[in-house]
């Protein structure tokens, strides 16, 4: 052992005697102390993060998306395709939503009742077809079916309380819970975040489509929905705007 050692301080002096050698040590050192910070960081990130395995077994999570099944909240949901971009803006009160939808084009108001829709124009509130874009994602029957056939891939806690969970679901998968179709894709993921508050009540769920809908050809580089919500169980009655 001392043999070497004394080999390794007798390397090391002659190393710095010229520059070339003083660089070799300062390269070598800034070497080791970078690999200290990336294992430093990839450790000290589990203290906040939590993996799939308490999670996927029995597909049960710490939230709840009841706030949202009683469907009477405000809410405001975005839907970005490349460069174009929808926003909807509103209320929900069992079967009725008042809301804006704002887009490349303009801004209009719509009414909901049942399955009908209603738009208005001039004061005039004429029947329309619906004006969300890629409702299916909307609904909080199929985004929790998504979910379940989604995999966690990490946890994250804050000290505020929130909680962010982070799934991954491929393409195909999604073909197949939507529209019933059994794909041959290269099974490339897309992403669903979901936002859950510190009562563990779920207030903001996003899908990152990108893969999705390129199989599509719906868009060049991505799709995003952003669906939130909030004053869950405060909305009064919608009053039906076609009888003013």
């Known amino acids: 052992m001392e043999n070497k050692d004394k080999k390794k301080n007798n390397i090391i002096r002659e190393l710095k005697k010229t520059p070339r050698g003083r660089a070799v040590i300062f390269f070598v050192g800034y070497f080791f102390f970078f690999l200290f910070l990336i294992v430093f960081v990839r450790v000290a990130g589990r203290g906040t993060?939590?993996?799939?395995?308490n999670y996927d077994k029995d597909k049960t999570y710490d939230f709840?998306?009841?706030?949202?099944?009683k469907n009477n909240y405000q809410f405001s949901h975005n839907v970005t395709i490349d460069e174009n971009f929808s926003s909807y803006v509103g209320k929900r009160y069992n079967d009725?939503?008042?809301?804006?939808?704002?887009?490349?084009?303009?801004?209009?108001?719509?009414y909901r009742n049942g399955v009908d829709y209603f738009s208005e124009t001039s004061g005039i509130w004429l029947k329309s077809?619906?004006?969300?874009?890629?409702?299916?994602?909307?609904?909080i029957k199929n985004i929790m079916g998504?979910?379940?056939k989604s995999m966690l891939i990490y946890k994250t806690d804050y000290e505020s309380g929130k909680v962010v969970y982070n799934f991954n679901v491929s393409t195909t998968t999604i073909h197949d819970y939507l529209e019933g179709i059994d794909l041959d894709l290269a099974d490339d993921v897309n992403e669903i975040v979901v936002t859950v508050d510190s009562n563990d009540n779920v207030y903001e769920v996003e899908f990152k489509l990108d893969s999705y809908c390129k199989s599509l050809n719906i868009c060049i580089n991505k799709m995003?929905?952003?669906?939130?919500?909030?004053?869950f169980g405060k909305v009064d009655e919608i009053a039906s705007p076609l009888n003013s």
Not at 130 to 138: I, L
């Open 96 to 110: 009725s939503d008042l809301f804006a939808m704002n887009n490349n084009l303009g801004s209009y108001s719509y």
């Open 224 to 231: 995003n929905i952003v669906l939130s919500y909030n004053e």
């Open 146 to 148: 998504l979910i379940d």
């Open 129 to 139: 077809n619906s004006p969300y874009s890629y409702e299916k994602f909307f609904d």
């Open 64 to 69: 709840s998306v009841s706030s949202i099944s």
């Open 49 to 53: 993060t939590n993996g799939t395995n």
